[in-house]
């Protein structure tokens, strides 16, 4: 028996013995737990998505919903005053499937307007009643909640969102259970992504709007509207509107450029996701 024969018995039972001390009360704490995971899956013991998952999960339980939350200035809200067909367009053009909605000002969240309430009011003839009559209850909650927490208390509540609220009772944003899963899975995909797993870069609207992603490459989006920006500044037409605006887009941001009306209708603190595009001075 030679030293290679020798080594690879010698190797795995090295790893045995660790496994056999995780099982037996060791590691002795989180980092030593994140060792033993890792070399599980060096070991073809875990898949990397599924450590990925296992470490996502652990490090939920130390975030807080500040840590995550859509800050205030990026949400998506609906005013109690508009009229239908105001608050139609909005969640038509945003995508969401839930919005908080405010009184006089962002500090009076009144309720939560779900868009399949909102259409099914119209479906059954409802819709000149009043939308505010499908509003559902509205679940505030603290920065300082613990994420896992909160996971806990949207499956037993089957709320889907919250509305975040800081120290001194103003409203500080809101969060989403999509927002908790993905930092235990990671980024789930936009729910206007096509079926085959490409973006849907540009939706045309019978108004003449277009709803526009804002990764849709500037090369593309020059030859639907036939405009002619440059594609040495940026690579898309969210990196343009970003660079024109010299700062982070938050959702309401309007920017002209030349005779089209880029209007900022999702975004996230990290980047602009979606704009609606329209001639200057249309809507």
Not at 85 to 106: C, I, K, N, Y
Not at 200 to 221: K, M, Q
Not at 233 to 240: A, R
Request: glycine share 10%.
């Amino acid at each position: 028996m030679n030293e290679d024969d020798l080594a690879a018995p010698q190797a795995s039972r090295s790893w045995l013995d660790r496994l056999g001390q995780m099982l037996a009360g060791e590691p002795r704490n989180r980092a030593e737990l994140i060792e033993e995971l890792r070399g599980a899956q060096a070991n073809g013991l875990l898949s990397v998505d599924t450590l990925a998952m296992i470490e996502g999960a652990m490090a939920v339980s130390d975030k807080e919903v500040g840590d995550v939350m859509v800050p205030r200035a990026q949400m998506v809200a609906v005013d109690t005053d508009w009229d239908f067909a105001t608050v139609l367009r909005v969640v038509v053009e945003s995508g969401h499937s839930r919005f908080p909605v405010t009184g006089e000002d962002r500090d009076e969240v009144v309720g939560i307007l779900l868009a399949k309430d909102l259409l099914r009011s119209c479906s059954e003839g409802a819709a000149s009643h009043g939308w505010q009559q499908q509003l559902r209850p509205v679940v505030m909650i603290p920065e300082s909640k613990r994420l896992n927490v909160l996971l806990k208390e949207f499956r037993a509540s089957r709320n889907h969102m919250a509305v975040v609220v800081n120290e001194y009772g103003g409203v500080a944003g809101l969060i989403t259970i999509e927002d908790v899963l993905e930092e235990i899975v990671g980024e789930i995909d936009d729910e206007h992504d096509d079926d085959d797993g490409q973006v849907a870069f540009i939706r045309r609207h019978a108004s003449g709007r277009a709803t526009v992603n804002a990764l849709t490459p500037i090369e593309e989006f020059n030859r639907q509207f036939g405009t002619g920006y440059d594609e040495d500044e940026t690579d898309t037409i969210g990196g343009l509107v970003t660079a024109r605006l010299g700062r982070l887009p938050s959702v309401g941001d309007v920017l002209l450029l030349g005779n089209l009306r880029f209007k900022v209708t999702r975004a996230d603190r990290r980047r602009v996701l979606q704009l609606s595009v329209a001639l200057n001075g249309g809507e």
